[in-house]
């Protein structure tokens, strides 16, 4: 979506409207780490987010990754910054195809700051000279297909302090093509609303965001505010200064300075504003609760589907997933990506018969062998395992192997029936309670435009004992609203339901629209599943050395237990998938494995274990 079309809809709804600017970190793991925050702070509810330009080498090469991240795996309709720098046209082109093919759809163009060992700008070879320039060529090359910002400057730049001048300029940028306006960091609301009006009288109609810089420390204020030459007003500087040298009280002050900032120029007419986070969350998710912005019950995060939708190229129209990698988005558009098309409308023959391997990016399991155990410990027996499930499940663990997310607000009113099941030694690994048509502006439940109703059938997805599996198969066939598939590891699979076709377990009922069903379970996508669940699984197991029991304990039950998915098809019914398992407790949950040391003589250093799990061979 472009970004003048979102500031549009903000005009016209009314509601909170604001975007986040990131930078390409240093190291792989500032990499890793800013990732991890992108996707929280996704929570936020930005409209969009942008990535600045690393004019040349590895740093070009990670703002054209990050693009690709943010939009295909965090579904973040994402603006990326191009400069002039160090680019001649070959490498701009290349740039904005990288974009394109990531499924960008808007790019800030700018003609960027002189190389460090240079004092004054100097067009590259066969490169750009102005912003304008640059502009002209992504819409010769692309027409429409981008929304092309440019920069403002309500209080000058390094090179030129002349208002008129630089208004001169921004007016030839829109005139060839520019669709919005960011601007440089300011403190002063009054200068930058003076400066609107001056934009506004050179016949720029173009929509205006401000680039709002939220206080996270005094030091670094102040040094910002000297870099971009930014005026400071005196009432800010009495505030901050008495309590300079304590960064809480700096943070507490300076949420409250920039909230009133914000108002001042939404006052004035601007609808959506542009947050510099400096790759920080603190200060920025501080003001936003100050303007109580962030997503709440009372005003909760409206989302098109029920999962996460990606943005990647040829994506944006797909509706439609299998329930299994509920808990593994980035996973499942991994091993979907090389698809020709996505399912749009019905679970039907406009997907590719296949599903990736599983080499592909973030199918394994993430985190090192040493980080894992600290997170997850060292279970010895099937009660310590379960306990790890329950402590997930009372939100005091943030992930598990099969979820790489903290629990969702939905598994709530299943949470106790959840946790007895772990506790009886059944490891849950996805679910969903029965929900017989709310609101779709539920602030749980919820998904789909406005006056619509949402439907869940009751889904539970489990390990299950062998000596447990034949009996939970009986009693689930003796339940005429009950389907199921099963699976072990060797690929041992058996089903009930009528068809390999769909089974919508996830549907909506909106005005003017079809039955929208997001969500289903089929026998194609569920075995590739399956080779990815049992992956995780031993990929956990290998996070301990090879003859402890904690290895021997976890692939014994990837070796031997099944892999049991139930749909309970009668969306009125949440109680009856879990009644299922009354009277059910594996044995000897609490018996450690003991794991016998390897002898000289031994085929290849096999384990013995004793609590009804085999151990590998």
């Known amino acids: 979506m472009h970004i003048n079309d979102m500031v549009a809809d903000a005009e016209r709804t009314g509601e909170p409207s604001f975007s986040f600017e990131y930078f390409p970190p240093k190291t792989a793991q500032g990499v890793q780490n800013l990732y991890d925050r992108m996707e929280r702070m996704y929570d936020f509810g930005p409209k969009f987010v942008d990535i600045t330009w690393g004019a040349g080498g590895r740093i070009a090469e990670l703002t054209c990754d990050m693009v690709l991240q943010a939009q295909t795996f965090f579904g973040l309709e994402t603006c990326m910054h191009l400069t002039c720098t160090d680019m001649g046209e070959e490498k701009v082109n290349d740039a904005l195809q990288k974009a394109y093919k990531a499924g960008c759809t808007n790019i800030l163009a700018l003609r960027g700051d002189p190389p460090r060992e240079k004092e004054k700008w100097e067009a590259t070879d066969g490169g750009f000279q102005y912003a304008r320039d640059l502009v ?68 720029i109609t173009v929509p205006i965001i401000p680039g709002i810089m939220p206080i996270a420390t005094y030091a670094s204020f102040i040094r910002r505010a ?68 962030l997503p709440s019950s009372q005003r909760p995060r409206q989302q098109p589907l029920p999962w996460k939708q990606s943005l990647g190229f040829g994506r944006r129209e797909e509706d439609v997933r299998p329930i299994f990698w509920r808990n593994r988005n980035k996973s499942y558009i991994s091993r979907t990506q090389e698809w020709d098309e996505f399912p749009n409308g019905r679970w039907g023959d406009s997907r590719s018969p296949a ?52 629990l969702s607000g939905e598994a709530v009113s299943i949470k106790d029936d959840l946790i007895n099941l772990n506790k009886r030694g059944f490891i849950t690994i996805n679910s969903q309670p029965a929900i017989d048509g709310v609101k779709s502006t539920h602030p749980i439940y919820g998904w789909g435009p406005p006056n619509g109703f949402v439907y869940q059938k009751a889904y539970l997805e489990l390990f299950v004992h062998p000596e447990l599996y034949g009996e939970v198969i009986r009693r689930i066939q003796s339940r005429e609203t009950m389907s199921y598939y099963a699976v072990n590891q060797a690929g041992t699979f058996t089903t009930n339901a009528p068809s390999e076709g769909p089974n919508a377990v996830t549907w909506g009922v909106f005005p003017g629209k079809e039955i929208v069903q997001p969500t289903i379970v089929e026998s194609v996508s569920f075995l590739a599943w399956k080779d990815e669940a049992y992956r995780l699984g031993n990929d956990w197991a290998r996070c301990h050395d090879a003859n402890s029991p904690s290895r021997a304990l976890i692939e014994g039950i990837m070796n031997k237990w099944y892999l049991i998915n139930i749909v309970n098809n009668d969306f009125h019914d949440t109680k009856a998938v879990f009644e299922l398992f009354d009277g059910l407790e594996v044995k000897d949950l609490d018996t450690v494995v003991s794991v016998s040391a390897p002898h000289t003589n031994d085929t290849n250093g096999t384990h013995k274990a004793t609590n009804g799990v085999a151990a590998s061979n």
């Not at 208004?167 to 300011?186: P, R």
């Not at 003076?194 to 506004?200: A, E, H, M, N, Q």
């Not at 592909?360 to 600290?374: C, F, V």
């Not at 790890?388 to 939100?395: A, C, D, H, I, P």
């Open 355 to 406: 599903f990736g391997e599983l080499d592909a990016y973030g199918i394994g399991l993430t985190g090192s062998n040493e980080s894992n155990r600290k997170k997850w410990g060292e279970p010895k027996s099937i009660s310590e395992i379960a306990s790890l499930f329950v402590r997930y499940l009372e939100k005091d663990l943030d992930s598990l192997p099969w979820s790489e997310a903290p």
């Open 136 to 203: 002209a060529h992504i819409r010769e090359k692309y027409g429409n297909h981008f929304a092309i910002g440019v920069a403002g400057y309500p209080e000058g730049c390094d090179d030129n302090k002349d208002e008129e001048s630089l208004l001169d300029h921004l007016k030839e940028k829109v005139d060839m093509g520019g669709t919005f306006i960011v601007t440089q960091m300011f403190y002063d609301a009054d200068n930058f609303i003076r400066w609107v009006g001056k934009v506004r009288e050179r016949g």
């Open 226 to 293: 000297n870099h971009m030459n930014c005026k400071i007003p005196e009432k800010w500087m009495a505030a901050l200064d008495p309590i300079k040298n304590d960064d809480s009280a700096v943070r507490e002050a300076g949420k409250v300075l920039v909230a009133e900032l914000c108002r001042q120029i939404m006052t004035a007419g601007i609808v959506h504003l542009h947050f510099y986070t400096m790759n920080l969350a603190q200060a920025t998710r501080m003001v936003l609760e100050e303007l109580d912005w």
